[in-house]
Every structure is written in structure tokens, then in C-alpha cells.
């Protein structure tokens, strides 16, 4: 029917009026069904857009209607875990939502607040919630209930075991200041002859003070060293905590505030702990690291500048994530094998699922350039552990015995 009215049409057009071509109304019928086609398409796109949307709600029925209410979380959308940064929108009769579209078949972990770590959702008992989680791949809406805000009951008190100095805001060219935390080593003060070897590692906040812990538990770094060191399992060493800033993801990736971050460490860090305490300075005694992005920048480092440092530890490393990749840097390096060892590790459960892929794929390139397992790197999967420091604290001791033996 539709073709025999286009025909028709068509004909009409050529008797009534000769200044049309027939070829030229063909190619704008055509175009004219493209046109609808894509129109369909999109609509298309959309519906399924939409129908990909997540919705977070929150039941919380003792703040009024006006209380600016936030969720912190894993991902970019919910504030990368700035308490302060992504609002949900109030709908009426206590409840708060926060409506998103994640990546397909996210495990997203995220908590409430009302704009501080300070002022978070509590249980009954009155200490902090576990993570919230929602897998998209399984529900596309959930709804949480939080009675009581603020500080735990419970809190954390800060306790160091050791001893530990401080090198209050540091500047560095092109990125913001920052503290540095330095443990030393049980044996410093008394074996006065004796030089150590220096892990530098990232987000110092988190790694030796629970007190200044962005969510109240550390690494316990200095507990950590201090107990391998006592039984003989790794040799003394001193460990430099390098505090985390507002531009973490920027200083810890590729890019020129990576470079910057980079550069100041080699020049203006590792200089100042050289020249401030009894180091060996040499890069076979010179180490990197941390976790998730704080995991990318410690593979940088010692890839890039591996007459620096001789071994990172790469924990739940970033290495794929969002719109950059560090493995093609790896596989496109002309040099075979570098001497250098590496510290892999990775959970199950949240983001890990997400940075797995990346891990496995630097996996893959360290193999293709004949690196070899448990000597030239070492990997762990630790099953049922979230992308968190309590897991962190749980594989340092690993690390350390890898990468110091």
C-alpha cells in the first residue's frame, strides 16, 4: 500500500509539475525513511537509557523536610567518597533519592551523610554503617533507612605504635600542598650507625593513624612493620606517608599533575628524608606504594623512573579505569624486562569487580615481557574483601615479605 502511494505520488508530481525530477524525489523519500528510522532509533536508545537508571532512597525519618542530605560513594557520580559532594533530592514523607546511570553490572558500595564524615548515618548502636551496595546487574532501585547522624559512640582513638615524625605542608611545584608522616623503625634511635631502606607510600593520612583515617581505620602500617621486623620477616625500614589532597585521582594518574606528584617525590621528598635521616638511599632500597589510584601512581613510579625505585605494591590497582589505560604504556616500552618487583593484589566484592579486568591485563603484559610469578611479581585475590582499608591492612604483611626479601 505504502509503495503503491509513493508511486502515485510520485506520478502526479512528474505530469503536474515538470520542474520536478524523478530521481531527485526518489533520493528525498529515502532520505525522508532514514530519517524516520533514526528517529525510531533514538527513541529507542533512550527507553532503554531510562530503563538502565538507578534509583538510591533513603528513608530517614527523623530529619526535617529541609535537611540537605548527601551520598558518598565509589564512583564519580556519587562523589568518589567526598562526604559533601553529590546531593539527593527530597520527594516527600522523610525520604531522599538519587537517581543515576552507572555503568552496566556495577557493584557500587556508597554511604549517607549530611555534608561531613562527622555528621554520618549511624546504626542503632550508634557506629557507623558498613557500606551500602547496590549491584546493578541485579536490581535497578533499593531503599535504605538510617535513624541516627552523626559521630560514632565508639569513636576511633588515634593510637601509633612507634615512633613517627612529621613534615607539616610540603609544597611541591604544580600540585597542592601536603603533610608527610614518617615512621621509624624500632631500632632507629639506638643503632645510631645503622641506614635503612624507605617505603614512600600514598594517602598517609590512612596508613599509620587511625585518628586521621578518612573513615577511621588505618592500615596499621607502623603495627604491621613493627611485628615483622621484631620476628625477623623483613629488614628495618623506614616508612614515608605521604598525606592525599582535594586533586587525589588528578596527582595519582597519568597526566601533568601525575608528573608533577611524580616529580615531587623524587625531588623534593625523597631528598628531604635523604638528608633528614639515615637512609640508603640507593633505588635497591627504595620502594612505593599504595592502593587504587594510590596503586596506579606506585606502577608508574616504578616503572618510569625504575633507577629511582626497585619494587611497588600495587593494591586493588587502578590500572583500567574510566577513559584511561596504563597497559599499553607497559607493553609498548622497548626495554624486555626491567629490575624491579611488583605487588599485586585484589578482593571480590565492590569496585574490585570493576578494576579486576585492569589487573589481569597487567597481569598479562608482565608476562608477555617474561616477568616471572612469586619472583619478579607476586598477586593475590582475596575472596569476600571490599575495596577498603581493613582489607589493605589485612595484605601489607604480604607485601612487605615480597617485596623487602
Not at 12 to 26: G, M
Not at 56 to 84: H, M, R
Not at 192 to 205: A, N, R
Not at 289 to 309: C, K, Q
Request: glycine share 6%.
Amino acid at each position: 500500500m505504502y509503495q503503491y502511494n509513493l508511486k502515485h505520488l510520485i506520478q502526479i508530481l512528474k505530469t503536474k509539475f515538470c520542474i520536478f525530477d524523478f530521481n531527485i524525489l526518489s533520493f528525498l523519500m529515502k532520505s525522508l525513511k532514514f530519517i524516520i528510522a533514526f528517529i525510531i532509533f533514538a527513541l529507542i536508545l533512550s527507553c532503554n537509557t531510562k530503563s538502565n537508571s538507578v534509583k538510591i532512597s533513603l528513608f530517614a525519618p527523623n530529619l526535617s523536610d529541609t535537611t540537605p542530605v548527601f551520598i558518598s560513594g565509589d564512583i564519580e557520580t556519587l562523589g568518589s567518597w567526598q562526604p559533601d559532594k553529590t546531593l539527593m533530592t527530597f520527594v516527600g514523607n522523610h525520604i531522599w533519592i538519587k537517581e543515576f546511570v552507572p555503568q552496566a553490572n556495577a557493584s557500587i558500595e556508597y554511604k549517607f551523610t549530611l555534608g561531613s564524615w562527622q555528621k554520618e548515618g549511624l546504626d542503632n548502636n550508634g557506629n557507623p554503617f558498613p557500606n551500602f551496595s547496590i549491584n546493578t546487574a541485579k536490581t535497578s532501585s533499593k531503599t535504605d533507612t538510617i535513624y541516627k547522624w552523626g559521630e560514632a559512640i565508639n569513636k576511633v582513638v588515634g593510637q601509633i605504635t612507634g615512633n613517627v615524625k612529621y613534615h607539616k605542608q610540603m609544597h611541591g611545584d604544580g600540585i597542592l600542598d601536603r603533610d608527610i608522616i614518617v615512621w621509624l623503625p624500632p631500632d632507629y634511635e639506638k643503632n645510631t650507625s645503622e641506614k635503612y631502606g624507605v617505603l614512600y607510600m600514598h594517602d598517609g593520612q590512612n596508613i599509620i593513624d587511625p585518628k586521621t583515617s578518612s573513615f577511621g581505620i588505618d592500615w596499621q602500617v607502623d603495627e604491621s612493620c613493627d611485628s615483622l621486623i621484631k620476628v625477623g620477616k623483613i629488614p628495618p625500614v623506614i616508612v614515608v606517608g605521604m598525606s592525599s589532597s582535594a586533586d587525589r585521582g588528578l596527582d595519582y594518574s597519568p597526566g601533568v599533575k601525575g608528573t608533577a606528584y611524580m616529580n615531587f617525590i623524587i625531588h623534593k621528598v625523597k631528598p628531604l628524608i635523604d638528608a633528614t635521616y639515615r637512609t640508603k638511599s640507593d633505588r635497591k632500597n627504595t620502594f612505593v606504594g599504595g592502593s587504587s589510584m594510590g596503586g596506579l601512581i606506585s606502577m608508574m613510579l616504578v616503572w618510569e623512573h625504575s633507577e629511582i625505585f626497585s619494587g611497588a605494591i600495587c593494591m586493588s590497582p587502578a590500572f583500567q579505569y574510566k577513559n584511561f589505560d596504563y597497559v599499553p604504556k607497559i607493553l609498548s616500552d622497548k626495554e624486555q624486562k626491567k629490575d624491579i618487583k611488583i605487588y599485586l593484589d585484589m578482593g571480590t566484592v565492590g569496585l574490585e569487580t570493576q578494576l579486576e579486568p585492569g589487573v589481569n591485563a597487567m597481569i598479562n603484559a608482565l608476562n608477555a615481557k617474561n616477568y616471572i610469578n612469586t619472583k619478579d611479581y607476586f598477586y593475590i585475590k582475596e575472596q569476600n574483601a571490599r575495596h577498603f582499608e581493613a582489607a589493605w591492612a589485612r595484605r601489607f604483611p604480604k607485601a612487605m615479605i615480597f617485596l623487602l626479601n
